[in-house]
């Protein structure tokens, strides 16, 4: 199968910073999707997003689909965004495997 | 709308005693369904998958089963467990393969 890794690993920010957290697939993927875990650990759906570029207000995400990694972007940063944000993805039909996530503070 | 349903939301139970989670989806026919571990708060692992009534299929040898008796039920059991089944467990759905999964709210399981 797959591997994903996602850096950074740990991400401290001051409320209104921007960050961009990476994800780098070992093989090309039909199935990518960017999650955020909040402090009560529901897993929530950001982005699903196989290839090109999506915006959802602050969150916008890009994946090179042929150089095999995506890229999520936060700008604005609010303490709202803490959590840990994780990659999946999957080329077996679902299967998804999902990167060891990055642990995002964001302090007031 | 589609929506997915676990419980309990929180569980303790000794070692050696069975378990059994539930998760329904409601809204939508003959979905995929999932069940995944967080262990330790990092990464989520895949432990079974569904794509139809009594076809389930395994990702890694372990303590757990898994049973889909109706299109829209899954469930986690176990006969005995093991401290080391302890952790967050998720279920999810899908349309099909390959597309976007959505995950209920979790069960945290403690094993005493």
């Known amino acids: 199968g797959i591997q994903v890794e996602q850096s950074p690993p740990d991400l401290i920010l001051q409320e209104g910073a921007n960050s961009t957290l990476r994800c780098n697939f070992s093989?090309?993927?039909?199935?990518l999707q960017w999650f955020h875990q909040n402090p009560w650990g529901q897993l929530i759906n950001l982005f699903y997003?196989?290839?090109g570029t999506k915006q959802n207000g602050r969150l916008s995400a890009t994946t090179v689909a042929t150089e095999r990694y995506s890229l999520l972007y936060i700008s604005s940063s609010q303490t709202t965004d803490s959590g840990v944000y994780f990659c999946?993805?999957?080329?077996?039909?679902?299967?998804?495997?999902f990167g060891q996530g990055t642990e995002l503070s964001v302090k007031p | 709308s589609q929506t997915i349903h676990q419980w309990p939301a929180t569980l303790v139970q000794p070692v050696g005693s069975p378990l059994s989670l539930e998760c329904t989806v409601e809204?939508?026919?003959?979905?995929?369904l999932y069940w995944y571990r967080q262990a330790a708060g990092r990464g989520l692992q895949l432990l079974f998958y569904?794509?139809?009534?009594?076809?389930i299929s395994s990702e890694v040898p372990q303590n757990l089963s898994a049973s889909r008796p109706q299109d829209r039920q899954f469930i986690l059991s176990s006969k005995k467990l093991l401290l080391s089944d302890s952790g967050f467990y998720l279920c999810a759905w899908s349309v099909r393969g390959e597309q976007p999964q959505h995950f209920g709210d979790g069960t945290r399981l403690s094993i005493l």
């Open positions: 809204g939508t026919s003959n979905p995929n």
């Open positions: 997003i196989p290839s």
């Open positions: 093989d090309s993927v039909n199935n």
């Open positions: 999946a993805g999957d080329n077996q039909g679902g299967k998804l495997i």
């Open positions: 569904s794509v139809g009534i009594g076809q």
